[in-house]
């Protein structure tokens, strides 16, 4: 499910020697009649189709944040506990709070607030509906938008290298694919071969086609190809793996505007989704990184990986509070299923246990 050709031009046909449109075109045909003729046998005998990986599609949110849960959120729930918490005890969930990623202004608020709540619901419940005030507010069933009824959905995924972007884009395509999609992905990411055989891999895992062209290749180029095909296809969801060099660099940012433009005069109307991959084990300095994205290109939501791996699983709120995006998917495990739509209730539920 990969093919390659040289670096192009985004307007520009390929070089001499490489591979034609003609027979990207009829390998992509072969690939999506396959998917889709599983799709509709699945559908025939009354099942749910969904990729053939043999793992769960669904990870557990519960056990995704126990270290969460028994770090911090432990110590947090143990002083809030005692009873009628004095002045000492607040200064301590305040403290409790920036130990668990939350940030220090936004744990001071956080207290402030709560020691203002005269609800009768006691200390602890205060916390708690202050911090699940700290989410933002999203619309049930969330889905990336669609130009129209024949055009795909886009996702572009940013972030810095080591945060697990591709892996995650993986799982997500896995998921779109249990749920009777046809994804397609990109590899945008063209300075470093190995992203571009890792996406071939999860590729072939998750059961969708992926657009390609050589290490080194114009980004642009892969994106636009993609978006052809995608459109040719009627795919439903087209996810573009990108660049993850330091986020100090501007012309990986120059390289992402380039992207959002070569799609709008594709498509226009599209309006992608652009997901930052955050990992969670790298708290506020990964918050900054986010910052620094949001900045430069305009983020719709995060997808945050390795929750499980943390005790200070706070960092949501301060992602939230910070950017003004939702966290829209997050990592709760190594399985291709363990990425799980971000539930805000089910999550503070989860973390006070």
């Keep these: 499910m990969f ?9 520009q046909p390929a070089e001499e020697g490489g591979v ?51 770090g911090f959120m432990a110590r947090l729930q143990g002083l809030l506990g005692r009873g009628d918490p004095t002045a000492a005890t607040w200064e301590e969930v305040e403290e409790t709070l920036i130990a668990g990623d939350v940030g220090a202004a936004l744990a001071l608020e956080v207290v402030e607030r709560a020691r203002r709540r005269r609800d ?11 911090l699940t005030a700290l989410l933002v507010d999203r619309e049930p069933g969330w889905a990336p938008h669609r130009a129209g009824p024949d055009a795909p959905a886009i996702i572009l995924v940013v972030g810095v290298n080591g945060t697990g972007k591709t892996t995650t884009i993986g799982k997500l395509a896995f998921r779109y694919r249990a749920e009777g999609q046809t994804v397609l992905l990109a590899a945008g990411d063209t300075f470093r071969a190995a992203a571009i055989e890792q996406l071939r891999a999860w590729g072939e895992r998750a059961g969708a086609p992926i657009v390609a ?22 795919v439903d969801v087209l996810i573009v793996d990108t660049a993850g060099r330091l986020h100090t660099k501007s012309n990986l940012m120059d390289e992402l505007a380039k992207m959002r433009r070569v799609i709008d005069r594709r498509l226009p109307g599209a309006a992608p989704e652009v997901l930052f991959v955050l990992d969670a084990t790298t708290g506020q300095n990964g ?16 997808i945050l990986t390795k929750l499980d791996s943390t005790a200070k699983g706070g960092i949501v709120f301060a992602i939230e509070r910070a950017l003004g995006v939702p966290v829209c998917f997050v ?19 989860a973390l006070f246990g």
């Design 3 to 11: 093919w390659r050709r040289r670096p192009t031009e985004p307007d």
């Design 20 to 70: 034609s449109d003609a027979a990207i075109e009829a390998q992509l045909e072969a690939e999506f009649a396959e998917a889709e003729e599983a799709r509709t046998t699945a559908q025939a005998g009354g099942e749910t189709p969904r990729p053939t990986d043999g793992e769960p599609a669904d990870g557990d949110l519960v056990a995704g944040v126990a270290r969460s849960r028994g």
């Design 213 to 234: 062209h050589g290490p080194g290749a114009d980004p642009a180029a892969v994106v636009y190809d993609a978006v052809d095909a995608a459109v040719a296809r009627r």
């Design 331 to 349: 990592g709760v495990g190594e399985k291709v299923g363990d990425l799980l739509p971000f539930d805000a209730t089910a999550f503070v539920g």
């Design 287 to 302: 918050l900054a990184q986010a910052k620094a994205f949001h900045e430069s290109t305009g983020l719709t939501g995060i």
């Design 120 to 130: 009768g619901a006691g200390p602890t419940a205060a916390v708690r509906e202050e």
